[in-house]
């Protein structure tokens, strides 16, 4: 059995990787502070279901706690590490930067020197496409390099797989940042999209559509995440052999150090995923259309090559199948 640490496992992803890993027989430590950035008891249901599961205790912690986190690493000795827990949301940090910090960089960093210190096997953290900011070169590819991001969202994001190299080339922890492409799914996040808009379209109000609708997104749903999660979890970063410091690759490195991106693989306009997801309700959306935010980019698309190569996997749901199996499951989970 191995043991692992699951971070931000009340979350949307770690929920769902949490019931993987229980239903494959893993020992899992979840731990959420269960903060109030968005409904808590949706946080409280999901973590319910994962009590009631054998192999699942739960750990009600900050990242940035170090005392805590140093002791309950020194206690439980993790075999493997997948880090989900972190300040969300592009549009939030422009008005809560703080929280970033501490979340996404001092509690990242006290992941880092529990992992360095209690010799963890395998340090698995989310990273996001965020990160790709004002690249326009598609589809975003983990060999580009991703200098320029247009929120502190995505400079944290950017700031830990930096950190992490710096952990893997000093003290030889295998490390392994993802990069999720826009995800979606029964369980989601109510700050997203489809949350935003099922909730406003099934209350008869407005949505807002940035951009006017021309945004495009690599919708992923979320059992394609988890899927590539496990995956790569179960395939320890290893170094590569030709990488050269004079034509440095971002995607790989001389030390234990990986990054890959989880996104579908096909870019879908915002506006035909309203479409979708009208037909899914049966209902049509009054659409209240507006510019593009700061920090959002107007598109982003995955190349996922490295992941089908190394791991065997590529996200394939469809927006039909998946925005209905969401639907599904926020009619049940609200009654309606």
């Known amino acids: 059995m191995t043991k692992i640490l699951v971070t931000g ?13 229980l239903e494959r027989g893993d020992e899992v430590i979840g731990l959420d502070n269960l903060n109030d950035y968005y409904d808590v008891r949706l946080k409280h249901d999901r973590l319910k279901q994962l009590e009631e599961r054998p192999g699942f205790r739960f750990v009600r912690a900050s ?18 590490v997948v880090n989900l827990a972190a300040q969300a ?27 360095r210190h209690t010799d963890v096997g395998h340090l698995v953290y989310a990273s996001s496409s965020s ?22 969202y995505a400079a944290t994001k950017k700031a830990n797989e930096l950190m992490a190299h ?16 826009t995800v979606y799914g029964p369980w989601g996040r109510p700050d997203m999209a489809l949350f935003l808009f099922t909730k406003a379209i099934l209350e008869g109000k407005p949505i807002d ?20 999660v496990v995956r790569v979890t179960d395939h320890v970063a290893t170094a590569n052999s030709s ?38 309700l049966g209902k049509k959306a009054e659409k209240n259309l507006l510019p593009i935010q700061a920090g959002d980019v107007p598109a982003t698309y995955a190349d996922v090559d490295d992941l089908m190569q190394d791991v065997g996997f590529k996200p394939a749901t469809s927006i039909e199948e998946g925005i209905g199996r969401f639907v599904e499951w926020y009619r049940g989970y609200y009654g309606l």
């Open 9 to 21: 496992a009340a979350g949307f992803i770690g929920f769902h990787l949490s019931m993987r890993l």
């Open 63 to 80: 990242l940035e706690d170090r005392e805590t986190m140093a002791r309950l690493f020194s206690q439980e000795r993790f075999d493997k």
């Open 89 to 115: 949301g592009v549009r939030y940090s422009l008005q809560n930067p703080h929280a970033y910090i501490d979340s996404n960089i001092v509690g990242f960093t006290n992941i880092l020197e529990g992992c």
């Open 131 to 152: 990160v790709y900011g004002a690249n326009t070169r598609m589809p975003f590819s983990v060999h580009h390099n991703v200098d320029h991001p247009v929120s502190l």
């Open 166 to 181: 710096t952990y893997s080339s000093l003290y030889g922890i295998p490390t392994t940042g993802l990069r999720f492409f």
């Open 209 to 228: 559509v940035f951009n006017h609708g021309r945004m495009q997104r690599d919708f992923t749903f979320i059992d394609d995440i988890v899927e590539g």
């Open 243 to 280: 990488w050269s410091g004079g034509q440095p690759d971002p995607g790989t490195s001389y030390a234990p150090y990986r990054i890959y991106n989880i996104g579908n693989n096909n870019p879908v306009e915002l506006m035909r995923f309203i479409e979708t997801l009208e037909q899914c």
